[in-house]
């Protein structure tokens, strides 16, 4: 991951999806939905979507796409 810091809403998304971790991301998406939905990490752009995609966490995946994560986000590198 890039430069995602501190413990805000948004930091914690991105890590928890990251990782796969799915109770966290459906926690963190009903505590603050545009924050943890819109989230993306400084330098490659990548949403929780786009890292949870990326490393093969299908039921982060889910999650995201059930609580309506936006699927065209484009990130800013080739890779994702």
């Known amino acids: 991951m890039g430069q995602v810091m501190g413990t805000s809403v948004a930091s914690q998304t991105l890590k928890a ?5 799915s109770d966290t991301v459906y926690k963190l998406v009903q505590a603050d939905r545009t924050r ?33 994560a936006p699927p065209e986000v484009v990130c800013k590198v080739y890779i994702c």
Request: proline share 0%.
């Open 17 to 21: 999806a990251a990782v796969g971790d």
């Open 36 to 68: 943890a939905l819109r989230a993306a990490d400084q330098g490659s752009g990548f949403t929780a979507l786009h890292y949870a995609n990326r490393y093969g966490h299908a039921a982060a995946v889910w999650v995201l796409l059930q609580e309506d």
